[in-house]
Each structure stands twice: as C-alpha cells, then as structure tokens.
T-cell receptor
Framework: DGGITQSPKYLFRKEGQNVTLSCEQN?????MYWYRQDPGQGLRLIYY???????QKGDIAEGYSVSREKKESFPLTVTSAQKNPTAFYLC???????????FGPGTRLTVL | AQSVTQLDSQVPVFEEAPVELRCNYS??????LFWYVQYPNQGLQLLLK??????LVKGINGFEAEFNKSQTSFHLRKPSVHISDTAEYFC????????????FGTGTSLTVIP
C-alpha cells in the first residue's frame, strides 16, 4: 500500500537531547512537509521541501533541522535549542504545490 | 500571510441532526481550499477540496462545502451526522499568495451526542 509512515508513534526524551523523527513516503511525491500540532493551535509549518537537497523554513523553524537526501525521506531533528518540544508532529507530502497534502499518522514527542 | 479562521472551537450536535462548521480566510486572491478530518492520535484525512469550477463541493462521508468568494468563506456541512463523525475538523487554504504553503485553521472539535 502506498502511503506515509512516521516512526516511532510515541517518543520520550530527556531535556537537552536532540531527537530525530522519521518520515518516509512511497507515493512518489515531490514535496514533503513537517508540521507541529499543539492543542488549540492547529497545525504550524516547521519546514518543507519541494525537491531533493532543497528545503525552506516554515513559520516555526527555530530549534529544528531537516535534510532531504532522498525523495522518499524527510527526517526532522528536534534540537536542544527548541524551548518547548513536547508536541504532536505530523509529516505530509504532495505531488505539486497547491494539491492536497497526504498526512502520516504522526509522532507524539514528550520531553521529560 | 494568509490566515484562516474557524469560528467555532467546539460544536456539539445530536445524532442525525444537521451541522455546519464555519471557515473564513483572509484573501480573495486565487485560492485553493480544503477540509481535513482528524481522529484522536491520528494524522489528517482529506474530506474535500475546492480548486476551481463549481462552488459546491462534495466530499467523503456525506460532507459538502460551499465556496463563497464574496464572503471569503468555505463552510462545511452535513445534513445528518453520525456518532462516527465525532472528530477534529481543519480548514486549510493555499494559493498564489501563500508560496507553496498550506495555512490551517485552529480546528473545530465536533462532538456527536447520541
């Protein structure tokens, strides 16, 4: 089945540690996105990438980093510089700009 | 930047009653509009989308939405809700003046009461 996978579903880390969230898609989509979701705030864009080896900052990129070495993979690293990293993280992908985005199941990160 | 307003954060409705979830966006420049549904601890699933053409858009699970350019609105409706419709609903907009970004509203939590 085609789709987007995110792993792990739940992740716990100690404060001050970097952590990398995985996102893989087999839909042959060109664009991939990372969102952060907090209660009552909807989805906020962290980073997006339209082609391999290129990505742009979204509205809340500070404290996060990404890479896009392969078309199907777009990992997100939450660094120790992110002041409040506990949240639900969603990865998405799409064929073209403005087309619908397909979402993964999400990763819930809790920093203790 | 584009903004999306979902006027109701929570909407309780009795089973088999009609429901309308409201969405307004900030610009009338050429836009593309979407409604997504999210069940607890899951990703988002597309309900319907407006790209062009007919202003009445039909989606999955019996939902429909109407694009109103003059009022910059894209309200979601269902004539008769079911318990299984209980979820969070997000309106999103993308378009020529948003770069390649989607902008999401803050969501409406729909609770269907038996």
């Amino acid at each position: 089945d085609g789709g987007i996978t995110q792993s792990p579903k739940y992740l716990f880390r100690k404060e001050g540690q970097n952590v990398t969230l995985s996102c893989e898609q087999n839909l042959n989509h060109d664009a991939m996105y990372w969102y952060r979701q907090d209660p009552g705030q909807g989805l906020r864009l962290i980073y997006y990438s339209q082609i391999v080896n290129d990505f742009q900052k979204g509205d809340i990129a500070e404290g996060y980093s990404v890479s896009r070495e392969k078309k199907e993979s777009f990992p997100l690293t939450v660094t120790s510089a992110q002041k409040n990293p506990t949240a639900f993280y969603l990865c998405a992908s799409s064929f073209l700009a403005y087309n619908e985005q397909f979402f993964g199941p999400g990763t819930r990160l809790t920093v203790l | 930047a584009q903004s999306v307003t979902q006027l109701d954060s929570q909407v309780p409705v009795f089973e088999e009653a009609p429901v309308e979830l409201r969405c307004n966006y900030s610009s009338s420049v050429s836009v593309y509009l979407f409604w997504y549904v999210q069940y607890p601890n899951q990703g988002l699933q597309l309900l319907l989308k407006y790209l062009s053409g007919s202003t009445l858009v039909k989606g999955i699970n019996g939902f429909e939405a109407e694009f109103n350019k003059s009022q910059t609105s894209f309200h979601l409706r269902k004539p008769s809700v079911h318990i299984s419709d209980t979820a969070e609903y997000f309106c999103a907009v993308a378009g020529a003046n948003t770069g390649n970004q989607f902008y999401f509203g803050t969501g409406t939590s729909l609770t269907v009461i038996p």
